[in-house]
């Protein structure tokens, strides 16, 4: 038996893979960005072919989980998300100002900064766009962790954008302890959720605008959970300073509404969705049509359990 080490894709996608023998030597070489599988020997013996092929499927592969490290390993968040190994990678991001935008390209893995959001921006000023986007299928063990987000100003969607910060088509990421501030969008001015279902914990969203929905967050036909979250300062032009909900039953505990402002619905806007919203805080925000300074219902059915 012997090993074979698999040779990352180019970020660019323009080379194929490449592949070169090593003899075992009981230990993996300590390069991060190289995968390795155990494979077959060219052999006549049967027998052995049998038991190599045996101990291959009990091990399934032998590959190792490889922490990437963004800039000592990769200069930018991109180039790490374009080599890590969906299942089985974390990108680890030093503190600093990172002016870019990033695309999760439908892998599971964890994009972390190590000093947190505080210390660690993805900012996209004069880049244009969104400044993360999750739109091809990402699930729960897509995370982000740790960053503040801003400079976006979303996702062209034919005449009108969408996620100023961040941009969740057919997707449910995990988005825990992240700042959302000075982003913009018609529709969702710091987030989108667009068919989708994240989880969202521990993150502030301020200062954000929509030109018309959902100046914090804008959630269409999903059920994202929103917990332990500060959405504060938001405006929308139309409606939901804070959030707007437009179908879908999403699920908001244990957070604030403060400061925000809309047409309708300064804190949040419901139309026909069915919010559960338990043990959250409203208070000073702003409805210029006089309709629901915290909440306004616009239909649907919504479960309000709140201190207001």
Do not use: W
């Not at 892998?107 to 000093?115: F, L, M, P």
């Not at 301020?206 to 994202?224: D, E, F, L, V, W």
């Amino acid at each position: 038996m012997h090993f074979v080490r698999r040779s990352n894709r180019t970020p660019s996608g323009s080379a194929g893979p490449s592949y070169r023998s090593r003899k075992t030597t009981g230990r993996f070489p300590a390069r991060r960005d190289s995968r390795f599988c155990l494979c077959l020997s060219e052999t006549r013996d049967y027998r052995t072919i049998n038991r190599a092929v045996l101990a291959t499927f009990a091990i399934s592969a032998v590959c190792r989980a490889a922490t990437l490290h963004v800039p000592a390993d990769y200069p930018t968040i991109q180039s790490c998300i374009d080599a890590a190994v969906s299942g089985v990678d974390e990108c680890n991001v030093a503190p600093g100002t990172y002016h870019e935008t990033i695309n999760f390209l439908g892998k599971a893995i964890t994009v972390r900064s190590s000093g947190g959001a505080d210390v660690t921006t993805i900012d996209a000023t004069g880049v244009g766009g969104s400044v993360v986007s999750c739109r091809s299928h990402e699930g729960p063990d897509s995370v982000l962790d740790g960053f503040t987000i801003t400079g976006g100003t979303g996702t062209d969607l034919g005449g009108f954008t969408s996620g100023g910060g961040m941009y969740n088509n057919y997707s449910s990421p995990t988005v825990t302890d992240c700042k959302f501030s000075g982003n913009t969008g018609r529709f969702g001015g710091a987030m989108s959720n667009y068919y989708g279902s994240p989880t969202v914990t521990n993150c502030t969203f301020s200062g954000n605008t929509a030109t018309y929905y959902g100046g914090g967050m804008y959630n269409y036909s999903g059920s994202p959970t929103v917990a332990d979250c500060t959405v504060s300062g938001n405006t929308a032009s139309a409606g939901g300073g804070g959030m707007y909900n437009y179908y879908g039953s999403p699920t908001v505990s244990r957070c604030t509404f403060t400061g925000n402002t809309g047409y309708d619905g300064g804190g949040i806007y419901t139309n026909s969705s069915s919010p559960t919203v338990t043990n959250c805080t409203f208070s000073g925000n702003i409805a210029n049509s006089g309709k629901g300074g915290g909440m306004y219902n616009g239909g649907g059915s919504p479960t309000r359990l709140s201190r207001l």
